[in-house]
Every structure is written in C-alpha cells, then in structure tokens.
C-alpha cells in the first residue's frame, strides 16, 4: 500500500495578533499527511493569514504548530521549503487592505529574499 503524499499539520492554541488587534486565535486541529482540510469563516476573518502562518509565511503570536514534523515559528524555513499556497483566486491576489510596502515585503518572503530593503525588492532579480 503507496503512504499518502502531503505532510502532518497540527495546531494547538494557535493565535496571530497584529497591528489591529487577534487575527485569529485558539485555532486547534491536526491533519495527517494526505488529509484535505477546508478553512472556512468570513471575509476577513484570518483565514488567509492561518494558511500563511502554516507555510512559515507569518508568525504567530501564540500557541504550537507544526507542518511536517517542524515546529513554527522556529523552523519557518524549512516548512517554506516543504509547503507553499497555490493560486487561488481572493487568496492570492492583492489585498486592497494592504500597503504597497506590506505587499512588496510578502513577495520578498515569498521569493526568498529575508531582510531585503524595499529598495533592493524594486530592482529587477539577477
């Protein structure tokens, strides 16, 4: 029998407080590799920014998780080299909520380039 293709995702308490006050907060659940898991809830409601948290794109602020065996925050590189978001329409598109910068610092994250200043983002990549 083939072993399902994916990675354990669990979260315990899981919580993102921003700017503007929770995110999202005491998510708890677990997936075993090769689960599909459907996120639901409100426009605005955090659920983009739960996904990203679980890909190593964002830190929490409370609780554990782990994606593949990795704990988060801690090993947010190694989970971005395992797990990614695919394109999805609302969820990968620009957010009118966000300031350029704050998008320009997601495509530096996306693309590898931590810690590049904003003027190093607008120069074409070698």
Same mark, same amino acid.
């Given at each position: 029998?083939?072993?399902?293709?994916?990675?354990?995702?669990? /979260? +315990?308490?899981? %919580?993102? &407080?921003? =700017?503007?006050?929770?995110?999202?907060?005491?998510?708890?659940?677990?997936?075993? $590799?090769?689960?599909?898991?459907?996120?639901?809830?409100?426009?605005?409601?955090?659920?983009?920014?739960?996904?990203?948290?679980?890909?190593?794109?964002?830190?929490?602020?409370?609780?554990? /998780? +782990?994606?593949? %065996?990795? &704990?988060? =925050?801690?090993?947010?590189?190694?989970?971005?080299?395992?797990?990614?978001?695919? $394109?999805?329409?609302?969820?990968?598109?620009?957010?009118?909520?966000?300031?350029?910068?704050?998008?320009?610092?997601?495509?530096?994250?996306?693309?590898?380039?931590?810690?590049?200043?904003?003027?190093?983002?607008?120069?074409? &990549?070698?």
């Amino acid at each position: 029998m083939e072993s399902p293709h994916g990675a354990a995702v669990t /979260a +315990e308490s899981l %919580g993102m &407080r921003g =700017p503007r006050g929770w995110v999202f907060r005491n998510v708890t659940f677990s997936a075993e $590799p090769g689960a599909l898991v459907a996120v639901e809830g409100a426009s605005g409601s955090g659920r983009t920014c739960l996904l990203l948290a679980l890909t190593g794109r964002m830190r929490t602020t409370e609780g554990r /998780a +782990e994606t593949g %065996g990795l &704990r988060l =925050p801690k090993q947010a590189a190694a989970v971005r080299a395992i797990a990614a978001l695919g $394109p999805v329409p609302m969820v990968s598109e620009l957010d009118p909520a966000f300031t350029v910068a704050e998008h320009l610092g997601e495509r530096a994250l996306l693309q590898g380039r931590y810690g590049a200043s904003l003027r190093s983002l607008l120069r074409p &990549r070698a």
